[in-house]
């Protein structure tokens, strides 16, 4: 039996993130992962093989649309499938190999199986106890299914499924207008399938400022991708070679029926937790299964801890990384702290959507004075050079003291530029702070610049 100080479960990145900081700090690690591979839905089946194949078939697109524009002159493009989901498989497998490589640099002992919590301080894997100190449970989520369809992985598949389709779909439904939805549905839809995205809300992206959310769906339309919003999926049947989707709309309960190849189910993701014998540790968990977790990331036994998906808040990559540290350094004596507030999302799409902060809509649910500077890309030289212009940026600040609450960007490298906000926002910094900044030119973080002006006297170039 070996004695930690600290048992990782799971290798995602809040997992073997966690597992590297308390290394560094000094603390005797192990993590154990289930999968042959490192690095957990991220790394594997989630951000980082979805990031590959948007990046190819997004030059896929560039090449067919723009480079005419650009006096480039090619014949035929042409997709080769196998090759594409080849180089992705690569580049996943560089990024798994890279964390077994942190992990013997970091000298964290590795234990491969499936995890289950004995009692605090004693883990089973493969009929083999573990002792530790502390552990901490980092299983991440799985996608939640709908009452009523099968997902086979096959012809009805998860995004799981939809990042490894032996073939490029004729025709995709994809029922929800969520992120999972809108970055594979863009993949596909550059690659020349017929895509349908069926969302049972009125507006795609929830959450999202709303303002944002609709140009956002409107440039996806012209791209292509068709919207139908307000419906609700209920049910999939297979008639001969067919494959239908039955859905309702929410103002009109007539049964409506769309045919199909392939239906990418993307309604969300839920907490994984099975096998972890959470029940009889006694370990509480919240209505939509997610582990309880305090201030401290600790549950509600003594030395057990959770972060990532498999908690509460949003479930991203950076948010469980930020937890894994926080909790870490918390172990190792330090004082620990994960800014909820400032967390940014970001959708991979062309153009991409990137947001930090408060809405609109809540800071008017909050009856806050704000100030709106918006600037849209048409007025940056940059952008228009690069055949991508369409979008915008927005900063939110405070009515009284110009403090920013919240930015929203939707354009060129809009994944990138929110960080410039983030970092204001982290520094208490007002919209002016922003503006007064000098930004190099030509780049697109001039409009982000510009719409700090924007809440003040007014942007130069709109
Ligand atoms: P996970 O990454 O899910 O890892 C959990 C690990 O625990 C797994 O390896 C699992 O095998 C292991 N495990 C579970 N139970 C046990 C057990 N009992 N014993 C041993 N091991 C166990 N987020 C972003 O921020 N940006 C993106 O661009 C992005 N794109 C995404 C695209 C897709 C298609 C998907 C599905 C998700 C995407 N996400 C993205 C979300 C992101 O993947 C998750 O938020 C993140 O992986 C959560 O990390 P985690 O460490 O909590 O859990
Ligand atoms: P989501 O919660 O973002 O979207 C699900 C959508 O499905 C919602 O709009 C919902 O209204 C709709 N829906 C639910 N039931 C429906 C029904 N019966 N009929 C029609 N529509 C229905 O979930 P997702 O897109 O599956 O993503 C899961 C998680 O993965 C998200 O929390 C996200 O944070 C994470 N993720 C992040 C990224 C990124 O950061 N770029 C990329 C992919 C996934």
């Given amino acids: ?227 139908i919003l307000g419906a609700g999926v209920q049910a999939t049947k297979k008639l001969g070679d067919r494959l239908i989707v039955e859905y309702s709309l929410r103002n009109d309960k007539k049964r409506e029926e769309l045919d199909t190849d392939i239906i990418l189910v993307a309604t969300g993701r839920k907490p994984f937790t099975d096998g972890l014998n959470l029940k009889k540790v006694g370990i509480e968990l919240n209505q939509f299964g997610q582990i309880l977790t305090d201030e401290n990331l600790k549950t509600n036994i003594d030395g057990i801890y959770a972060i990532g998906d498999v908690t509460s808040g949003p479930m991203l990559a950076h948010k469980a990384e930020d937890e894994g540290i926080a909790l870490a350094e918390m172990l190792a004596g330090q004082s620990g702290h994960v800014n909820y507030d400032i967390i940014p999302s970001v959708i991979y799409t062309s153009p991409e959507v990137a947001s930090v902060g408060k809405t609109e809509e809540q800071l008017k649910k909050e009856n806050k004075s704000y100030n709106v500077g918006k600037f849209s890309f048409m007025g940056n030289g940059r952008a228009k050079a690069c055949l991508s212009a369409d979008g915008y940026a927005k900063i939110l600040s405070d009515k009284t003291t110009d403090r920013i609450l919240g930015g929203h960007i939707i354009g060129p490298s809009a994944g990138d530029l929110i960080h410039e906000i983030c970092v204001a926002m982290e520094f208490g910094a007002s919209a002016e702070d922003l503006a007064r900044t000098c930004h190099a030119h030509p780049t697109f973080s001039e409009a982000v610049r510009e719409a700090a002006l924007a809440c003040g006297d007014g942007a130069i170039h709109s």
């Avoid at 449970?137 to 598949?157: R, Y």
């Avoid at 995004?159 to 993949?187: F, M, N, Q, R, Y």
């Avoid at 995205?197 to 992206?205: C, M």
């Fill in 1 to 227: 039996m070996s004695d930690y100080d600290v048992i990782v479960v799971g290798s995602g990145p809040g997992g073997y993130v966690c597992a590297i900081r308390c290394a560094q700090l000094g603390l005797k690690t192990a993590c154990i992962e289930g999968k042959d591979t490192l690095g957990g839905t991220c790394l594997n089946i989630g951000c980082i093989p979805s990031k590959a194949l948007l990046h190819a078939s997004e030059l896929f697109e560039e090449s067919n649309h723009n480079f005419s524009k650009l006096g480039i002159e090619t014949g035929k493009m042409n997709v080769n499938w196998s090759k594409m989901l080849e180089y992705k498989n690569d580049i996943v497998n560089q990024n798994t190999k890279g964390i077994e490589f942190l992990f013997k640099k970091n000298k964290i002992d590795l234990i491969n199986g499936w995890a289950s919590i004995k009692e605090p301080g004693l883990l089973i894997v493969n009929n083999q106890k573990f002792k530790s100190k502390s552990i901490i449970i980092a299983t991440g989520s799985e996608p939640s299914q709908l009452k009523g369809i099968k997902v086979d992985e096959k012809t009805i598949v998860s995004s799981t499924g939809a990042l490894s389709l032996t073939k490029i779909p004729k025709k995709l439904i994809i029922v929800g207008a969520g992120v999972i939805g809108l970055e594979l549905g863009s993949v596909y839809s550059r690659l020349g399938t017929d895509v349908t995205v069926l969302e049972y809300l009125e507006e795609i992206t929830p959450g999202l400022d709303k303002e944002t959310a609709k140009m956002f769906r409107r440039i996806l339309s012209k791209q292509g991708i068709k919207f």
